[in-house]
């Protein structure tokens, strides 16, 4: 990972098959250029499983970006001169949380396994890698919050060596919030990320935290996603993206700002991946303040995510 603070917007989060076939996500993806000042995108490609305990991961499928789908945004996203993590996710049909995947750990005849279920998610992260090293991506993630999976450390290790036989280029693993001390093989990564879904008066604490990992394991560190929905109230739970409060630019542009402090105070973190920027269903510039999700789009918090990267290019001259 180089010196260069990658401050990234997850983009075009569960688009489906030949999304890039109309133009409303190119319009999008300029769109996050001029109002963000961000220098990198992170594209999930993400696979599907019926639910938690399924070993069926489902890659190749019109629910799923394709190949000429990622090739469209890299190439774009080229064009505006930001930099391109490619990551590999899997969703659960019925709803469940990935985090929940999970399988008994001693086998049991007739019951599904772990070696079954990682010889699945390993076919679709090997896909993944292959698109990053054919768009020539400058990163790549091969997995995000599966804090049920995280113990497995044998085969993580495995997936992690076989994608770096297809993608050359730095690798990571997105664990989830509160995880970064429990995963242990870090060592087989380029880098630490996470998600950094903290209460707003717990960053400073969780940075302290998350920096000891980093340093144990002498390994950069970078936040994979992070962000605040603009509800009252979610300040204090940016991670609960259901939470019940009505529409408040003040609680995200507030969330925002104490972040984007305690990351210029904790110049460990090499990077951001704010959560998240639609690619096709991107509502109007002045309606932003009548949204209540995670997108600063045409909201205060904009204003400061603007801010953030003008301090970042500041510092990188000076």
């Not at 990077?271 to 932003?288: C, M, N």
């Amino acid at each position: 990972m180089d010196k260069v603070f990658l401050n990234a917007y997850t983009f075009a989060f569960c688009e489906r098959r030949g999304f890039t076939n109309g133009g409303a996500w190119k319009k999008s993806l300029h769109e996050l250029v001029r109002t963000t000042g961000c220098n990198a995108i992170i594209l999930p490609v993400c696979a599907w499983q019926e639910h938690a305990y399924s070993t069926e991961v489902v890659s190749d499928s019109p629910h799923v970006m394709d190949e000429e789908d990622v090739k469209n945004v890299c190439r774009e996203a080229r064009a505006c001169g930001l930099k391109v993590i490619l990551k590999a996710m899997v969703n659960c049909r019925d709803g469940y949380w990935r985090a929940y995947i999970r399988f008994i750990d001693n086998c049991v005849p007739s019951e599904p396994t772990w070696a079954e279920w990682f010889q699945s998610y390993t076919a679709h992260v090997l896909r993944v890698a292959l698109m990053a090293s054919e768009n020539e991506a400058d990163m790549l993630c091969v997995g995000c919050e599966m804090v049920g999976t995280d113990h497995r450390e044998s085969e993580w290790r495995r997936l992690i060596s076989e994608a770096r036989r297809v993608y050359t280029g730095p690798v990571t693993y997105n664990c989830d919030k509160y995880q970064e001390d429990r995963v242990s093989w870090w060592n087989a990564c380029d880098l630490i990320s996470s998600s950094g879904y903290y209460p707003i008066d717990k960053i400073d604490e969780n940075l302290e935290r998350i920096k000891k990992v980093a340093e144990r394991f002498d390994r950069p560190f970078m936040f994979m996603e992070c962000g605040c929905p603009s509800r009252r109230g979610s300040e204090n739970v940016p991670n609960n993206w259901s939470f019940g409060g009505e529409t408040s630019e003040k609680a995200q542009c507030d969330w925002y700002l104490a972040f984007t402090s305690g990351l210029l105070r904790h110049p460990f973190v090499r990077g951001t991946g704010w959560w998240d920027w639609s690619a096709t269903r991107l509502y109007p510039e002045w309606a932003g303040a009548d949204n209540n999700g995670y997108c600063t789009y045409g909201k205060k918090a904009n204003e400061v995510l603007m801010r953030f990267s003008q301090a970042l290019t500041s510092n990188t001259e000076e």
